[in-house]
């Protein structure tokens, strides 16, 4: 009896140790993932504050104490960007606007987000602006009229329903839109929900229509909707992903109250300090983050197999000033 019980006991301390050690090794497993969580999100926000003292792309300074970081939502459109940053430029340095480019551009495999893009540019131009500029890359405007000063009143709708030359609904707010970085914050910027093509901007409307803000648009102009923009985009070349799916079009009718600015997650990979006849700008690759099993339909439909983008350590850009 005595030597079974002590084997009964050396069974038992055998099974402790055991448990006390998984549980140690428990412990340490996670403290070094939370640790490598930290040191990411660290080197995350170290990167984005460093972009506080940017190259801007000024010819011409206003004396004011603004400055406006144009938002380029962008995914392989640099035929158009070619044509773009130099008229940009020469029509902002017309009306003496102190100006810098952002051109975020999505280089991961989901489906291009305009929305979340834009909330990225936010994050990366706010320390190092007053003021911010949704800017579509393929709508130019032609007429010198056209403001993009401070919307110290409120959100400035450039491209207005009256002017734009495709979409003329009343509640439309997209193509070019200016905003203070306080009314930007005040609303949560985007939501996140919108893979694909379309309904972001509608859905930004309902915010700033819940936040009170009065959206102005351009008054007495002496153009129209025929040639106050030109719309460069070619749909024989540039197709628009329209598709909707899985509850896709259930979910992105609604308000959404979930996502927004402060949930926009993502991985900025590298920084490009770049010229387009001698104008400088900066292109930001970034890989956005989508929760497959709450927004499927992130997943382009050709690539559904894949679940998840595996997010490279951030690089240091070489040339970054």
């Known amino acids: 009896m005595i030597k079974l019980s002590l084997k009964n006991v050396s069974i038992s301390i055998l099974i402790l140790f055991t448990i006390f050690t998984i549980i140690i090794f428990s412990n340490l497993f996670i403290l070094n993932r939370e640790s490598q969580c930290l040191q990411s999100y660290v080197e995350h926000q170290t990167l984005i504050n460093s972009i506080r003292k ?10 004011d104490g603004n400055h406006l970081a144009i938002l380029i939502p962008f995914r392989e459109r640099f035929n158009q960007l070619l044509q773009f940053i130099p008229h940009i430029n020469s029509f902002l340095n017309r009306q003496n606007i102190s100006h810098e480019f952002f051109v975020i551009n999505q280089i991961d495999n989901y489906r291009f987000n305009r929305g979340a893009l834009i909330n990225i540019g936010f994050q990366l131009a706010q320390n190092s602006c007053t003021y911010i500029v949704m800017h579509d890359v393929d709508l130019l405007p032609l007429n010198d009229q056209l403001s993009y000063g401070f919307p110290a009143r409120g959100p400035f709708h450039v491209s207005s329903p009256d002017l734009h030359p ?11 839109l200016l905003m203070t970085n306080e009314h930007f914050k005040l609303v949560n910027g985007f939501s996140t929900n919108y893979f ?9 409307y309902a915010r700033l229509k819940e936040a009170n803000l009065q959206i102005y648009r351009p008054e007495n102009i002496k153009t129209n909707q025929s040639n106050t923009f030109i719309h460069i985009h070619d749909q024989n070349i540039y ?6 799916l899985f509850n896709q079009k259930e ?28 104008i400088e ?3 930001f690759n970034v890989a956005i983050y989508c929760n497959v099993d709450r927004t499927p ?25």
């Open 196 to 204: 694909g093509w379309g309904l972001e901007d509608d859905e930004f």
């Open 54 to 63: 940017p190259t801007r792309t000024i010819t011409n300074v206003n004396h």
């Open 166 to 176: 495709k979409y003329h609904y009343e509640t439309y707010v997209g193509g070019i």
């Open 251 to 278: 979910i992105t009718r609604r308000r959404d109250r979930q996502t927004g600015l402060n949930t926009t997650k993502f991985n900025l990979l590298t920084i490009y300090n770049m010229t387009i006849e001698n």
């Open 281 to 283: 700008f900066r292109i």
């Open 297 to 321: 339909w992130c997943l382009k439909p050709s690539s559904s197999s894949s679940s998840s983008i595996k997010f490279k350590k951030q690089q240091q850009p070489k040339n970054r000033r």
């Open 239 to 244: 197709k628009r992903d329209t598709a909707k």
